[in-house]
């Protein structure tokens, strides 16, 4: 009787042991971090929100989750409390007993990833997936509740901080007087939508100690008659180039579109489709590239959260130049006094040319993601797969910043002139970002 009893409680040992790793193994697996990042990714999709919006979602959402892995880890990584403009203290409970940290994460960057724009609850099915599967598995209710309580702490700072950021008061701002004044940025075909986010400016950035640290020389003066003036040869450059594209060029200029909300024109019917944003489609690079680094859970939230902020406070810096300069599009320009017909080959976005928004986003992100993964981390980007647009390859983050330069240019969106100046507005967002922040400590 007295071995049958033994050997019973092995059995349940092992079974319980089992179950423990069980659930721990999917709740700790990093895709899943990334999986939920993608989540969250759809959600702002189908809300059409733009760009430097989604990444105001992404960033505090993923500093949530980057608060609870400094407060399980704190031994690897440092609280970004005391170095974010106006983030000074992280509430905790006073027992973090029990707590799986990776699951705290998780809930931690779904609560305020979901609330920081959109109603709280958007993301509620997937979570509810999630703790299925992590319950079939075993997770202890105990440790649910644990996990939970620290993640609810945490994001309630994040949320609070985050209504300081200045988004509400830009809602009821004041809107962007179009003034058709040659040189000055109107409504574009075919929605000739009004200016997206004039205010931006005026959200508090992460890092940067104001919207204009990086201000780039001004644009090339409005000169339509002189052809000899540097504004006359970038607009011959763009017409020329959209007018001989060759299929290699209309590739990289769709794959880096990422138009959230094109609308389609076909005779008399108009119809939208959707796609991620550029901080969408950064989102998912850093999601793809630690998984090919085999980033374990921790390593990658970081990767998120320092990414994100770089990209936060990159759209923070251009939109400030965008409307100190509100310069016309050239779709405009060509439209008006050369050719009536042309078109881009890309859909012209809602706001003004120079800088670009997209070339200084990806140069900043690509600084973070460099400084986390390292230089020539050559990747495969599959972004685009899933709206049916082809894959691209590249040496390193900084080598498809570049190709994203040339990308708005071949799409007719941008002048040269302005993504060579965004792309290096953007590095210097990136390095800034690199530099202040003390994350990582091994």
């Known amino acids: 009787m007295k071995r049958l009893l033994m050997g019973l409680c092995v059995v349940l040992c092992i079974t319980a042991c089992r179950e423990n790793n069980e659930y721990k193994t999917y709740l700790h697996n990093p895709e899943l971090f990334t999986q939920t990042v993608h989540a969250l990714n759809?959600?702002?999709?189908?809300?059409?929100?733009?760009?430097?919006?989604?990444?105001?979602?992404?960033?505090?959402?993923?500093?949530?989750?980057?608060?609870?892995i400094a407060k399980g880890y704190p031994e690897k990584f440092q609280s970004l409390a005391g170095q974010l403009n106006g983030l000074h203290t992280i509430s905790y409970p006073a027992d973090n007993k029990g707590v799986d940290y990776e699951l705290a994460a998780l809930l931690a960057y779904i609560k305020v990833g979901e609330s920081v724009t959109f109603p709280e609850g958007s993301m509620q099915v997937y979570k509810d997936s999630v703790l299925r599967v992590a319950r079939d598995k075993g997770l202890p209710s105990?440790?649910?509740?644990?996990?939970?309580?620290?993640?609810?702490?945490?994001?309630?700072s994040i949320m609070r901080w985050s209504k300081k950021d200045n988004y509400l008061e830009t809602r009821g701002a004041e809107k962007y007087s179009v003034k058709d004044i040659p040189g000055r940025w109107?409504?574009?075909?075919?929605?000739?939508?009004?200016?997206?986010?004039?205010h931006w400016k005026d959200i508090r950035p992460m890092v940067i100690d104001s919207s204009n640290i990086f201000a780039p020389p001004p644009p090339p003066d409005y000169n339509i008659t002189d052809k000899n003036s540097k504004y006359y040869h970038e607009l011959m450059y763009i017409k020329n180039a959209i007018d001989s594209l060759t299929p290699e060029?209309?590739?990289?200029?769709?794959?880096?579109?990422?138009?959230?909300?094109?609308?389609?024109?076909?005779?008399?019917?108009?119809?939208?489709?959707?796609?991620f944003s550029p901080s969408g489609h950064w989102m998912s690079i850093i999601g793809i590239a630690a998984k090919q680094a085999k980033a374990d859970y921790a390593n990658t939230v970081y990767a998120f959260a320092k990414t994100g902020i770089a990209l936060f406070d990159a759209f923070i810096e251009c939109w400030d130049v965008k409307y100190t300069y509100n310069t016309?599009?050239?779709?405009?320009?060509?439209?008006?006094y050369f050719d009536p017909e042309w078109h881009p080959y890309l859909q012209t976005p809602a706001f003004?040319?120079?800088?670009?928004?997209?070339?200084?986003?990806?140069?900043?992100?690509?600084?973070?993601?460099?400084?986390?993964?390292?230089?020539?981390?050559?990747?495969?980007?599959?972004?685009?797969?899933?709206?049916?647009?082809?894959?691209r390859s590249y040496k390193s983050f900084r080598d498809a910043a570049v190709e994203n330069n040339w990308a708005r240019f071949y799409g007719g969106i941008?002048?040269?002139?302005?993504?060579?100046?965004?792309?290096?507005?953007?590095?210097?967002?990136?390095?800034?970002?690199?530099?202040?922040?003390?994350?990582k400590k091994s």
């Open 42 to 68: 759809t959600v702002v999709m189908g809300n059409n929100f733009p760009p430097m919006v989604a990444a105001r979602n992404y960033v505090y959402g993923a500093i949530a989750a980057y608060e609870v």
């Open 249 to 275: 060029q209309k590739h990289i200029a769709a794959f880096w579109d990422d138009n959230p909300f094109k609308m389609n024109v076909t005779g008399h019917v108009m119809f939208g489709s959707k796609k």
């Open 328 to 336: 016309v599009r050239p779709e405009t320009v060509i439209n008006k």
């Open 142 to 156: 105990s440790v649910l509740k644990a996990s939970q309580l620290l993640a609810d702490s945490v994001s309630a």
């Open 186 to 198: 109107i409504p574009t075909p075919p929605m000739y939508a009004s200016a997206t986010e004039p």
């Open 352 to 391: 003004p040319e120079y800088t670009c928004g997209h070339s200084t986003c990806s140069a900043s992100a690509a600084e973070a993601l460099t400084d986390v993964f390292g230089d020539n981390f050559a990747y495969t980007d599959s972004t685009e797969l899933e709206f049916g647009i082809p894959n």
């Open 414 to 439: 941008h002048f040269h002139n302005s993504c060579i100046v965004s792309t290096e507005v953007g590095k210097k967002v990136g390095q800034y970002v690199v530099e202040k922040l003390k994350m």
